[in-house]
């Protein structure tokens, strides 16, 4: 059973922005400190994305999915 | 003695049950509430709908493994048939209604095609970034292991591998397929 609470659109965006961020670190267009941040900060959003499920949300009973509660 | 929970009692009823597990405060579950009042009236002597209040029966809402509502199930003869999580169409439910009725449930679809492909872009643009960034075998890995999630309810290999893993780790049981 899924436990979604991140809308197909809210998942796109998340996947999109952590596939940008880890570019950005990994393939070295930022360096230094702020490049391993964004190296280790992309995999955030991009898992989120790919499961489907914040933590976030559910930790403020908020959510993009409408279709289950 | 404790009460018989709703899947035993449905063993023993003469007609197909679908169980509608539902809350007041939940707006998907009343929107869905007039379809299923709807088809009930259709499949009336065919199929019974009990309700079920999650916040009323949370105990049987456990005992039915419910995780999130709108959760409807299909009994037949005690056994779960199929079951639909969330809200959806009306031709959604009117398939659970068949399904009660015929005791057939559909070939298990695996992942939705939303899914899968969300998963093929995301692993392909992980391996690629891999590839061109130093090469990094981390991002190689991770970006093979999300490959691999979009295609791994189509490959045979894992399918046979995955009980036996899952009876290593203690997760025996089969989920029942989902409309």
Known sequence: ?69 | MTDPTLAERSATHPRPVIVDVWAPWCAPCRRMAPIVERLAGEYEGRVDVWKVNADEQPDEARRLRVLGIPTMIAFRGGQEVSRKVGAGSEADLRLLFEMAVSGQAPAPRGIALSDRLLRLAAGTALVLLGLTSGPSLLLQAVGGVVLFTAIADRCPVWQAVRPRLAALIGRGGTASPEV
């Open chain 1, 1 to 69: 059973m899924k436990y979604v609470n991140e809308a197909d659109w809210d998942r796109i965006a998340r996947v999109v922005l952590g596939i940008a961020l880890l570019y950005l670190g990994w393939a070295g267009m930022v360096t230094g400190g702020w490049g391993t941040f964004l190296k280790i900060i992309g995999f955030l959003p991009l898992l989120t994305g790919l499961v489907g499920f914040c933590p976030a949300y559910a930790l403020f009973k908020f959510r993009t999915n409408k279709t289950t509660a």
